[in-house]
């Protein structure tokens, strides 16, 4: 499978999880490179938050945001209609073979936290490139969530919690640490060819709290693929219940941010 299946877009847990996600939280690395005019790819864009403020930012431009379920899109483009972003649409897409996009086709090919749900990464950054104009850029934001820098409260159920999600994601063939691969990944793939250029900063990725993933349907759907027992589930959601009332709480990981600009023909 090239994605991990139990972490759905279309899940509200999972909506309102990256619903948080802003231009200015998410990809603040990528900002001054963007001109008004540019076309923009958003893969894995999720709800659409980020895809939607990206839009803002190039009034002359042009931004599509790709995901691979009908549901979560269809959820994009009613939060985000035409009339009110005249320049934004939304797809259905496979980030491992973008073949609706034509070679050298964006300036910008923007994603953020989803290499590390794919089973074969390094395909979809060769589609990135593959669909880049040449001298413009691929941007990718990973967390590297085997290394918390920080966890407060630093609760023992919280990282049982995160302890078995890393593993579901491997069982799944995910890269739960992307974020410390990119500029490997990036080399093979032939940024540095033709006069490209790679630049990796490592910086710190802040999650919000995961507990609409511990309730109703979600939790349901947690048990039923063996994630968790009942009583695990009900330890893990008093847990983020208390992380949710303590003041000054933070959950950081280290993450990655790329930008790698294709070399010319």
Known sequence: ??????????????????????????????????KPDMTILDVGCGPGTITAGLSK???DGKVTGVDVTSPIIERARSTFPLPEFPNLTFAVGDAMKLSDFKDNSFDVVHAHQVL?????PITALQEFYRICKPGRIVACREGNGRRILSLKPDLPAIRQYWDNTVALIDRNGGHIDAGGHLEEWAQKVGF???????VLNMGELRFPSHLEGMKGESAEQAIRAGIATRDQMDIWREAWE????TKNNEFVFETGEILCWKGLP
Do not use: W
């Not at 909506?15 to 900002?31: E, H, I, N, W």
């Not at 590390?116 to 074969?120: N, P």
């Not at 540095?192 to 790679?198: L, T, V």
């Open 1 to 34: 499978m090239a994605y991990n299946e139990h972490f759905k877009g279309e899940d509200v847990s999972v909506t309102k999880f990256y619903g948080d996600r802003t231009v200015l939280t998410s990809c603040a690395y990528l900002l001054q490179y963007i």
């Open 57 to 59: 930012i190039v009034p």
């Open 116 to 120: 590390i749900h794919l089973t074969e």
């Open 192 to 198: 540095q060819d033709n006069g490209g250029k790679i």
């Open 242 to 245: 208390e992380f949710d009332r």
